[in-house]
């Protein structure tokens, strides 16, 4: 955590960023579907995009360290948030799981985050919730 957070206090919301948050989140999805060899469910994708909403600048934005491994995609995102219209989740290494993420060269990873981060600059959010799981021993 204490990694994510020295990048986050590096990062300015700045109001020239080109990209939509829209935009930059489908440059996301593009970029992990190649490190997934285009193997993105379209149900994940979906989900992962509902979460990541809604796609305007401002609110709160949730970031997470990595999707489950095995979440029923599916099953939709109605029992993970229910009536949550105004908060945006998104992963720092959206559609890379920890046993994905190992066979990652670090140029990947490192080209992941930097779009995470032009990503949550263009969505500039008012408050920003960094949480994710201990790592077991």
């Known amino acids: 955590m204490e990694d994510i957070s020295e990048i986050l206090s590096r990062v300015t919301i700045a109001p020239q960023i080109s990209d939509t948050f829209e935009q930059l989140f489908q440059k996301i999805v593009t970029y992990a579907g190649e490190l997934r060899n285009h193997r993105i469910p379209d149900e994940e994708i979906e989900g992962t995009r509902q979460l990541a909403g809604p796609f305007t600048r401002g609110g709160l934005l949730i970031l997470l360290i990595e999707p489950l491994a095995h979440h029923p995609w599916q099953a939709g995102i109605d029992h993970v948030i229910i009536d949550c219209h105004d908060i945006s989740v998104l992963d720092l290494r959206p559609f890379i799981w920890s046993g994905l993420r190992n066979k ?8 992941l985050h930097d779009l995470v981060f032009e990503a949550i600059r263009a969505k500039r959010p008012d408050t920003i919730l960094c949480m994710g799981a201990k790592k077991r021993t």
């Open 104 to 111: 990652l060269q670090e140029d990947q990873l490192v080209q």
